[in-house]
């Protein structure tokens, strides 16, 4: 039977949390709907919960994001409750495999290394370690481990990188470059000569390079399409506003003059910088 004396406790903590999933998958008086759900069903959920709470940290909107971040650890919850159920760990082991990695891959600061260090050489010991890791799960191939879930810009971002540690890299960012022109031109072509398959081809490989461009230049290529997505998002909102105040929509423009607006809009936002 559920304690339900834990689960109305206003400060119960994570025990309350985890009394609650028990409740809604017991399998006489839970929910149907959590009862049901399996790892594959639940993560999706678990993605999208991950990224509100990169959104609520974009936007800065600190007073979602204690919200957010439970949102994201009962996705925790409820898989960990899934695999006890199961007879595979349960969330206490979660948090001791954890904290285990922690220690380990911090021997600066829970071992007996020195911590002066420079970031760059403890970047470097911190790759050794999670190579060793890797080696430890019979992962040989210098791309395994890899999550194939893993947003498609991401996953290709973090691929390069495990290749460029093995030397298979272009030496300067010019060469990247270079790649993207000739890239750009085969899509170009590929428009007219190629079918639908062999466009999206070619654009996948001008994406590609695109993520080899951003780890050359240190930036993260999904932190800067979501910035991206954000100013597109302002400045549309501030076109639409100032057609609105003409009392138009803008299917009542036409791109000229919404281009024109653009341009404003950009304008005012540096003016504010």
């Known amino acids: 039977m559920a304690d339900e004396t834990l689960i109305h406790a206003p400060d119960g903590g994570i025990p309350r ?11 006489e008086h839970g929910c149907p709907w ?13 993605i999208e919960e991950a990224y509100e709470v990169a959104d609520a940290i974009e936007r800065q909107a600190w007073d979602e994001l204690k919200g957010e971040l439970g949102d994201l650890l009962f996705q925790s919850v409820f898989h960990a409750q899934m695999a006890e159920e199961a007879g595979l760990f349960d969330l206490d082991a979660v948090a001791d495999t954890m904290s285990d ?4 891959r911090h021997p600066h600061v829970f071992g007996s290394e020195s911590r002066d260090k420079s970031a760059e050489q ?7 370690i999670k190579a060793a890791e890797r080696a430890a799960k019979a992962e040989k191939g210098t791309l395994d481990g890899v999550a194939v879930g893993l947003p498609a ?3 290709a971002h973090k691929l ?13 960012t010019d060469e990247v470059l270079d790649k993207i022109v000739e890239e750009a031109g085969e899509l170009a072509e590929a428009r007219t000569e190629l079918t639908q398959a ?26 800067a399409l979501r910035a991206a997505n954000t100013k597109f998002t302002r400045r549309f909102e501030a076109v639409e506003a100032a057609l609105a105040a003409q009392g138009k929509r803008p299917e009542d423009s036409d791109l000229a003059e919404m ?15």
């Open 101 to 104: 990695k922690m220690v380990a």
């Open 122 to 128: 403890q970047t470097r010991d911190w790759e050794a």
């Open 153 to 155: 810009l991401l996953r």
């Open 198 to 223: 062999e466009v999206e081809e070619e654009f996948g490989d001008l994406m590609f390079v695109m993520a080899n461009l951003a780890r050359h230049m240190g930036v993260e290529p999904e932190a």
């Open 259 to 273: 281009d024109a607006l653009w341009d404003a809009a950009k304008r005012a936002e540096r003016a504010t910088k």
């Open 160 to 172: 390069q990188k495990r290749a460029a540690r093995v030397g298979f890299d272009w030496p300067s």
């Open 17 to 27: 949390l985890r009394a609650i999933m028990r409740a809604l998958r017991d399998p």
């Open 34 to 46: 959590d009862i049901e759900q399996t790892f594959a069903s639940i993560a999706p959920y678990t």
